[in-house]
């Protein structure tokens, strides 16, 4: 299984992207990962958050081949602890996912048509983060998920 994770907007602090890269690094032993940057829209000031949704839901959608499986960072998704979501992890080997697409939307979340083609959402927490962290922990709880998988010593119970 490939996994790939899309993102709206570059990451500006480097420490971050430092962090990032260590855990895609990490990350590469187990899966092929992907981290895919998609541009802000241009004069987003100027739209309407409707509008903004559903210009970065079409950049989205534009990524995705037909046979990948797109799971939403949502507020309104299921959440999993990590042993839970190394389960999920593993449902979605065991079941012959060629991609695995995460996706982290705009500020404003996700137009319809993203929602309409999403498998499913996951919340990683009710509290609210900055969207640049948000990719550092989908990262490391991916790795984590796989060292469980395995059953290394990255995670204690």
């Given at each position: 299984?490939?996994?790939?994770?899309?993102a709206?907007?570059?990451?500006?602090?480097?420490?971050?992207?430092?962090?990032?890269?260590?855990?895609?690094?990490?990350?590469?032993?187990?899966?092929?990962?992907e981290?895919?940057?998609?541009?802000?829209?241009?004069?987003?000031?100027?739209?309407?958050?409707?509008?903004?949704?559903?210009?970065?839901?079409?950049?989205?959608?534009?990524?995705?081949?037909?046979?990948?499986?797109?799971?939403?960072?949502?507020?309104?998704?299921?959440?999993?602890?990590?042993?839970?979501?190394?389960?999920e992890?593993?449902?979605?080997?065991n079941?012959?996912?060629?991609?695995l697409?995460?996706?982290?939307?705009g500020?404003?979340?996700f137009?319809?048509?993203?929602?309409?083609?999403?498998?499913?959402?996951?919340?990683?927490?009710?509290?609210?983060?900055?969207h640049?962290?948000?990719?550092?922990?989908?990262?490391?709880?991916?790795?984590?998920?796989?060292t469980?998988?395995?059953?290394?010593?990255?995670?204690?119970?």
């Amino acid at each position: 299984m490939n996994i790939k994770l899309l993102a709206i907007g570059k990451t500006d602090n480097k420490e971050l992207q430092t962090l990032m890269n260590d855990y895609i690094k990490r990350l590469s032993f187990y899966v092929k990962f992907e981290m895919e940057i998609i541009a802000d829209i241009k004069n987003a000031k100027n739209l309407s958050e409707t509008q903004q949704k559903q210009k970065e839901g079409e950049l989205i959608l534009s990524k995705l081949a037909p046979t990948d499986f797109l799971i939403l960072l949502d507020e309104k998704g299921k959440e999993f602890t990590s042993m839970g979501f190394a389960d999920e992890l593993q449902k979605r080997m065991n079941a012959g996912i060629k991609t695995l697409v995460f996706v982290i939307g705009g500020p404003y979340g996700f137009s319809d048509e993203v929602y309409q083609n999403a498998k499913g959402k996951i919340s990683l927490s009710k509290m609210t983060f900055s969207h640049q962290m948000i990719r550092l922990f989908v990262i490391e709880q991916l790795y984590r998920g796989f060292t469980i998988l395995r059953n290394e010593p990255y995670h204690h119970q």
